[in-house]
């Protein structure tokens, strides 16, 4: 712990004199405005600094570590040479205040960067502000408001299958609006009887994931479109799967009207442990009034870019700048490198790859709907639980096998659900050492369940206690915590 | 170039698996109709040698805080970022990490955003933290849903001196959930409201912001004395002025929010940027986000996990505390490493240097015939100057000149057309101060700048030497 570190007087910082003519602190600054106590950060040398960094650094997986099959989650690899474009003078130096006229060549980035996505998805224009995928979400549920409002039709509810992201219903909340969940059916895809049925003039929209979270592809979706439009509604696309259809299909000839990519899959800008994403919104033509403000727009004449203010109907600002324009460049810099035939190819791979891997440990983890899947699957490890075995303990002891195991217990609808997204970017070797040691892990189940019961045993630690975190709540370091001080 | 590992073999071999004979069969499931029969219209793809000298070239086209003297503020200053904080939090076993769900592989992410909560509770004087959100709009939307909760009130009285952007995305945000959420004006003398004629019968919370957008210290402790029982004071503030300031916590606030960029992230054209949040520990379950939590493994050792998490939307859906989901956890941990290499002493230094110097500045900048340096103060590292012609337009000749400020205050403020905003961070030296001061001397008396559009180098001033 860095604060056990600290010893007074020690210092990594090193920094100017103020340097100035002119009152002290004291003088400029009221008592009743002066900080009293400093506050207790640790006093560490920079050395003592880099070494607890680093060695924090080593307890951690990363994609530069080794396979990293979550589903839902796209972890590929994030090219280098998208760090190094990042940390370019005239990238990341930029003030967000900078008059258009200093910052063109970021601004043609971005325009760039929105026309080749708005391409990508069929959409007419795409806002940058949302900072990650559920922002993107509010986003668009506040323009799906926007424009049943401007309508003179104001509804109340939007449509969410219960395969969702957790997110969706959230931002439904967030947005003003009640989610009402419909059902899966046997196949795994929306009901569309149900979905039919829960249809009516007070429905704003359907929100879809696109392969669902299952992997499946929704092959109603020309007929649920029209079912949505038909009762007046809007199609909301949640582009965390996209990775699995891009250059393939286009989620607006498929009917949907709003879209946001979660460029962090995609479009591999790193995900930083749990952020930064950039959640880019995108939609059709006429919902482009509604956008948050600013937008980017090009004059052809003076050759020049620009932000236009000028939005009245726009929902208003949803970010503080202009969105994550750090991780915004290195998608960039993706895309660039991969051009339309590296796009396809990404999903063409990103399908193959599931499906060899689905394959190779059906018989052990059956998946719970039939046929071939997309980027993903979701097995099922409900067979284990007569062993005492749950789908928890197949991924702690495929920890110790050198792997980061897949998402488990979701989505809901799978009992046991272990979903396993291996991406495009790992090659035929991995897949096969990963298929081994799931298979490995299946037989040890039916021998020596104990074993992956009392599994991991590589890890730094094994099997934190959750319950007694949320029980016992300590979320800071206390100086005088009795156990914390070794 | 693709990053892409199959060789013609090795996708041979996997489609005889699945028995298809060609990648094309895997797409069945998507009804023909829908299929794109064509390239995408993106630019074609390039090697790494010619994209590394076209992502040099655009940055070429883009002047930053290395060729441009920076005063600009406005809620993103040009501070300094240590080089072992760039390198640590660089380190790809953090930076291509997902977010710890797994707890046994993620020790280092969890153990760090622990850390972090318990650096921000320092700084602000506050009980708990969560591990990020967004940015300092995102931290003061969230506040202010939180307080709704809290509190089951949906009026909320936000000062006019809060940051103009946050205010309007606090409005976005809200717009679905009917909040009542009304801006009090600020004295035009001192720039600061009067929080203590404020009407805060029935509000969830007030919002007030010290230092302000002005630059001008706020009066927190007499906002928490107004604000009626039960209803939430939600202090906007600043992470770097924490060595000096007192501390929200201190003053009576309930929660703090706050953009925590400066502490050891780029400025990025805005973003990525970290918002920071704290509140009391009887608010903890109502906090947004993700939080990192102590316990014990297995074997009884230190282990730490995400915790609370039936507060989040992955557990509790439409009922969850907020919909975020990613944050900004990589920013959050170089804040962390950033505080730690200054430790009390250094955050206090920096402190010292802003106010100093910023003091400075308006001596100096109040010299020049026809500015005037508006509100009394005091003030931390921010200034608002008066112009004797319209701001904006003299802050494009001072970008010619080599010199950033601003933002120019007329897009939000009426009245204050002829003002901008002059930001001094540890980066600007007393010869940057002199250099500005000279600048907009010249500019005043409509002396040509040398060469074109902002394409010279600075007149003075040291920012191409750090």
Redesign the interface.
């Known amino acids: 712990?860095?604060?056990e570190l600290s010893r007074p007087g020690?210092?990594?910082?090193?920094?100017?004199?103020?340097?100035?003519?002119?009152?002290?602190?004291e003088e400029?600054?009221?008592e009743?405005?002066?900080?009293?106590q400093?506050?207790?950060?640790?006093?560490?040398s920079?050395l003592d600094?880099?070494r607890?960094?680093?060695?924090?650094?080593?307890?951690?997986?990363?994609?530069?570590?080794g396979a990293?099959p979550?589903g839902s989650?796209t972890?590929?690899?994030?090219?280098k040479?998208s760090?190094?474009?990042?940390s370019?003078?005239?990238?990341?130096?930029?003030?967000?205040?900078?008059?258009d006229?200093?910052?063109?060549?970021?601004l043609?980035?971005l325009g760039?960067l929105e026309l080749?996505l708005c391409?990508?998805t069929g959409m007419a224009r795409m806002t940058f502000q949302p900072?990650?995928?559920?922002?993107g979400?509010?986003t668009g549920?506040?323009i799906m408001?926007a424009y049943h409002d401007a309508a003179g039709d104001p509804r109340r509810r939007v449509i969410i299958p219960d395969s969702a992201?957790?997110?969706n219903?959230?931002?439904?909340?967030?947005?003003?609006?009640e989610?009402h969940e419909t059902p899966s059916d046997e196949r795994g895809l929306v009901d569309l009887g149900a979905l039919r049925e829960a249809l009516a003039d007070d429905v704003a929209g359907l929100m879809l994931t696109n392969p669902n979270t299952l992997g499946?592809?929704e092959?109603d979706?020309?007929e649920i479109a029209t079912s949505v439009h038909d009762a007046g509604g809007l199609l909301y696309y949640d582009g965390a799967n996209f990775n699995s259809?891009v250059?393939?299909?286009?989620p607006g000839?498929?009917g949907f009207d709003i879209v946001h990519l979660?460029l962090?899959k995609t479009f591999?800008t790193?995900?930083?442990?749990?952020?930064?994403?950039s959640?880019p919104l995108g939609v059709v033509e006429r919902l482009e009034p509604f956008l948050?403000s600013p937008v980017l727009e090009w004059d052809e004449g003076a050759e020049r870019w620009s932000w236009d203010?000028d939005r009245p109907r726009s929902?208003?600002?949803?970010?503080?700048?202009?969105?994550?324009?750090?991780?915004n460049?290195r998608a960039y810099?993706y895309?660039?490198?991969?051009?339309?035939?590296?796009?396809?190819?990404?999903a063409?791979?990103a399908?193959?790859?599931a499906?060899?891997l689905r394959?190779?440990i059906e018989e052990a983890f059956p998946t719970a709907y039939p046929?071939?899947c997309?980027h993903e699957f979701v097995s099922s490890a409900a067979r284990l639980k007569r062993l005492g075995v749950r789908a928890t303990d197949v991924?702690?002891r495929l920890?110790d096998f050198g792997f980061?195991?897949p998402?488990i217990y979701?989505p809901l609808v799978v009992e046991e659900a272990l979903m396993v997204e291996p991406t495009?970017?790992?090659?035929?070797e991995t897949l096969d050492s990963l298929a081994a040691a799931l298979n490995q892990i299946a037989d040890e189940a039916e021998g020596d369940p104990e074993l992956l019961r009392s599994a991991?045993i590589t890890?730094?630690?094994?099997?934190?206690?959750?319950a007694?975190?949320?029980r016992?709540?300590?979320?800071?370091?206390t100086p005088a915590d009795p156990?914390?001080g070794? | 170039m693709d990053f892409l590992p199959h060789t013609t073999e090795d996708i041979e071999e996997m489609l005889s698996v699945l028995g298809k004979s060609g990648l094309e069969e895997l797409f069945e499931p998507v009804p023909e109709k829908l299929r794109l029969r064509r390239d995408l219209a993106v630019p074609e793809a390039l090697d790494e040698v010619s994209l590394r000298a076209h992502v040099v070239e655009l940055a070429g086209r883009s002047q930053g805080t290395e060729r441009l003297v920076c005063f600009a503020g406005g809620g993103a200053y040009d501070h300094h970022v240590p080089a072992a904080v760039s390198a640590l939090a660089s380190r790809a076993e953090f930076a291509t990490s997902y977010t710890p769900y797994q707890a046994e592989l993620s020790q280092g992410v969890l153990q760090a955003l622990f850390e972090f909560q318990t650096l921000v509770c320092e700084l602000f004087a506050m009980e708990i933290a969560n591990t990020s959100l967004y940015d300092g709009a995102n931290a003061l939307v969230e506040a202010v849903n939180l307080a709704v909760r809290a509190t089951g009130r949906e009026r909320v009285v936000v000062g006019s001196t809060v940051h103009p952007h946050y205010r309007d995305v606090l409005s976005t945000y809200t717009s679905g959930l009917g909040l009542d959420i009304e801006s009090v004006a600020f004295d035009p003398t001192r720039g600061v409201v009067d929080w203590g004629a404020v009407d805060a019968a029935g509000a969830a919370a007030l919002v007030v912001a010290s230092p302000n957008f002005f630059g001008v210290l706020e009066d927190v402790s007499e906002a928490a004395k107004t604000h009626p029982r039960e209803g939430l004071v939600i202090a906007v503030t600043d992470p770097t002025s924490m060595g000096v300031l007192a501390a929200p916590g201190d003053k009576g606030a309930d929660v703090a929010v706050a953009e925590g960029h400066a502490l050891g992230n780029a400025l990025a054209y805005g973003g990525p940027y970290v918002g920071l949040f704290a509140t009391s520990e009887r608010l903890l379950r109502q906090v947004p986000g993700r939080i990192s939590g102590e316990t014990t493994d297995r074997d009884g050792r230190r282990a730490f996990v995400l915790t609370l998490q039936a507060r989040e939307q992955h557990i509790r859906r439409a009922r969850a505390t907020s919909n975020v989901c990613t944050n900004q956890t990589l920013m959050a941990l170089a804040a962390a490493v950033h505080l730690c290499w200054l430790g009390p002493a250094g955050l206090a230094r920096l402190g010292e240097i802003c106010v100093r110097r910023t003091a400075y500045a308006a001596q100096r900048l109040a010299e020049i015939p026809g500015c005037r340096v508006k509100f009394p103060g005091p003030r931390f590292k921010e200034l608002v100057l008066q112009l004797p012609s319209a701001a904006d337009e003299i802050a494009r000749g001072l970008a010619r000149r080599g010199y950033l400020v601003g933002p120019a205050l007329g897009r939000w403020y009426e009245g204050l057309g002829d003002c901008l905003l002059v930001a001094v961070t540890e980066r600007r030296t007393r010869a940057d101060i002199e250099g500005l001061a000279e600048a907009i001397e010249k500019e005043l008396a409509q002396e040509p700048a040398a060469g074109s559009a902002g394409a010279q180098e600075p007149v003075a001033g040291s920012a191409g030497a750090q």
């Open positions: 712990m860095v604060f020690r210092r990594a910082w090193s920094l100017p004199e103020a340097d100035v003519d002119g009152p002290s602190l400029l600054l009221p009743a405005h002066r900080r009293a400093p506050p207790n950060l640790p006093e560490l920079e600094l880099v607890h960094y680093t060695r924090l650094s080593q307890r951690n997986w990363a994609i530069d570590v990293y979550l989650c972890m590929k690899y994030n090219p040479l760090e190094e474009a990042a370019l003078p005239g990238m990341r130096d930029l003030h967000p205040f900078e008059d006229d200093l910052v063109q060549g970021a043609e980035l760039t080749a391409e990508a900072a990650a995928g559920a922002q979400e509010l549920l506040l408001r992201h957790g997110t219903p959230a931002s439904v909340t967030l947005a003003g609006f989610a499946l592809f092959r979706i020309a259809i250059g393939l299909v286009r000839d498929m979660n962090h591999a790193p995900h930083g442990g749990g952020g930064p994403g959640g948050p203010h929902i208003g600002r949803i970010h503080s700048f202009h969105g994550n324009f750090g991780i460049l810099c895309l660039r490198s991969l051009g339309p035939a590296g796009l396809r190819q990404v063409e791979r399908v193959l790859n499906n060899y394959a190779l046929g071939p997309m991924c702690k920890i980061h195991p998402t979701f495009e970017t790992e090659s035929k991991p890890t730094p630690v094994r099997r934190p206690d959750e007694r975190a949320a016992q709540l300590r979320v800071r370091w156990d914390g070794s």
